[in-house]
């Protein structure tokens, strides 16, 4: 256990450093260079982005071990196996991009039109909902030491299992939360100054590759009518986001702007309430089944069995659209010629095991492998001993390597 919490602790660290973290992660650093010159407001920034962390992490934690306890074989990231949640997920982000921008405030007091900004009000509650947004924007990203601690939860009790969990999320809260609440560590941050408005702006445009990866994630979950419906939501939200900008000044200069409250509230709600009937699992977007030699059969316990011990090496890949981890070994690793001659020199047969939609065959094999999360690839040998489970981040050195291994006669 003690070296579960361990693992789990510095898998939260390193999740910092992954690339689906990085877009929120950038509105907390923004947040703690505002405060570099005021101790107090900094240590609210940081104690706000902790508890939107741990509390964010538990529910998640909560609800995943509420879902394995009543039978569902799910696992890290499975909120993301829904459309309507990546469908809700996307227009936060489109709006936080929309915020940075400038096109309209969240948890400011713009104390005239023009004047300057007030950024120690609402910082405590910005923070926590910086923090809370990073833990769901985290999910699709399992880090270095993360998955196996997150394995080894999902076979505890519940109670062990949440203390991992908070583990987790005390090693991710933790570097901004240090220097947060040691001014000593803040004195390397650069001074506040006319800059950061500039890099507030052009932190909009990570955040908008954020949306559009979401958009396309939901295409392949769910499908063109459904991509088509976020993308007519997606319009409105920006409308409704313009006119709520033009309300705020509107206020603080003084003149109406009820109206134009009200009439932004309805848009919003207008999106919203459909969403659950508009958006449902359905077939996406027809993806390639070919790359270019290699041939990829899909996964299935059962296809396994039947192929294993015959003589060729078996590579599974399990994947999914939503995995961005997964998406970036595909392009440096497992898409480069160097695996695809390995593939075709090996005779390896190449299995996709496809997690981007609820497939509970998927989660119970990686529990059986003690993988909390994706992604996991297993290379079979080819006279039927056991697979050998690779690293979650690839090279095409270890995968190479790997093949030649298993293709080898006993």
């Not at 000593?184 to 445009?205: C, E, I, S, T, Y």
């Not at 991509?227 to 000044?249: D, E, K, P």
């Not at 206020?251 to 309430?273: D, M, Q």
């Not at 998406?327 to 090996?346: F, W, Y």
């Amino acid at each position: 256990m003690l070296t579960a919490l361990l693992a789990a602790f510095i898998g939260g660290i390193i999740l910092n450093l992954m690339p689906c973290v990085f877009p929120v992660i950038s509105l907390k650093a923004l947040g703690l260079l505002r405060h570099t010159d005021n101790a107090a407001s900094a240590r609210r920034e940081g104690l706000g982005f902790l508890l939107g962390v741990v509390v964010t992490m538990m529910a998640l934690a909560g609800i995943l071990l509420a879902a394995r306890a009543g039978g569902a074989a799910v696992g890290w990231g499975f909120q993301l196996q829904s459309p309507l949640v990546i469908a809700l997920l996307s227009l936060v982000i489109l709006a936080a991009a929309l915020n940075l921008l400038g096109v309209f405030e969240v948890g400011l007091s713009v104390q005239r039109v023009g004047g300057s900004v007030d950024v120690g009000r609402g910082a405590f509650t910005r923070s926590a909902m910086t923090g809370a947004l990073a833990i769901i924007v985290a999910t699709p990203c399992a880090a270095p030491f993360m998955a196996s601690a997150i394995g080894y939860a999902l076979v505890q009790p519940p109670a062990v299992a949440l203390v991992i969990f908070f583990a987790l999320a005390i090693g991710f809260a933790a570097p901004f939360t240090l220097v947060s609440l040691f001014p000593a560590l803040a004195k390397f941050l650069p001074r506040p100054g006319a800059w950061m408005d500039v890099l507030k702006r052009g932190l909009a445009f990570p955040m908008f590759g954020a949306y559009a990866w979401l958009v396309w994630v939901l295409a392949q979950q769910a499908g063109s009518a459904a991509l088509a419906t976020l993308l007519a939501a997606s319009v409105v939200v920006a409308f409704a986001g313009w006119l709520y900008g033009m309300a705020q000044h509107r206020h603080f200069a003084g003149k109406s702007h009820k109206v134009l409250y009200a009439v932004t509230t309805l848009l919003i709600i207008a999106v919203i309430a459909p969403l659950p009937t508009l958006i449902k699992p359905g077939a996406g977007l027809a993806g390639d089944q070919l790359t270019a030699e290699v041939t990829k059969a899909k996964w299935t316990p059962q296809a396994v069995e039947a192929q294993r011990g015959h003589g060729k090496a078996i590579f599974v890949d399990f994947t999914a659209s939503w995995c961005i981890t997964c998406q970036v070994n595909e392009k440096t690793s497992l898409s480069t010629q160097a695996v695809k001659e390995a593939i075709a020199k090996t005779g390896t047969l190449y299995m996709v095991a496809d997690s981007t939609k609820f497939n509970p065959d998927v989660d119970d094999t990686m529990s059986e492998f003690g993988q909390g999360g994706l992604p996991m690839y297993l290379v079979y040998p080819a006279d039927g001993g056991p697979p050998k489970v690779l690293p979650q981040v690839l090279t095409p050195s270890i995968v190479v390597n790997a093949l030649n291994q298993a293709s080898k006669k006993a």
